[in-house]
């Protein structure tokens, strides 16, 4: 048993920031890869950053320099910092982990997204 659950989304002004966060709860051995994905209305779902279980980052090249993902190992959580948003920004954010269970078997997890608003 394994949530995600992701906060941190809202209505912001174009230029503005947030920061979202997505803890990972339950029965949990590990945590590989985390990131956040987006997905606008009329859109598909995309990638916008990953990060290791070591700190290694992927970013969507839209984005790169505004926004920055992180994580806490000891808190099973996975930040974006998002600086300088866009109405384009606009978007449902999930978060996403590759986690081993205490079984240890390994699932992909999803959250059930925050929506991010950037419009003035």
């Known amino acids: 048993q394994v949530q995600l659950v992701e906060s941190g989304g809202g209505l912001v002004q174009p230029g503005g920031s947030l920061t979202l966060s997505c803890a990972a709860s339950?029965?949990?051995?590990?945590?590989?890869?985390m990131g956040w994905y987006r997905q606008a209305p009329g859109k598909q779902r995309e990638l916008v950053a990953t990060?290791?279980?070591?700190?290694?980052?992927n970013y969507r090249e839209s984005v790169k320099g505004r926004f920055t993902i992180s994580r806490d190992n000891a808190k099973n959580t996975v930040y974006l910092q998002m600086n300088s948003l866009k109405p384009e920004d606009t978007a449902v954010y999930f978060c996403n982990a590759d986690i081993q269970t205490i079984s240890r078997r390994a699932w992909n997890y999803w959250g059930q997204g925050t929506q991010v608003t950037v419009s003035s």
């Open positions: 990060i290791s279980s070591r700190g290694s980052t």
């Open positions: 339950g029965t949990i051995f590990s945590i590989d890869v």
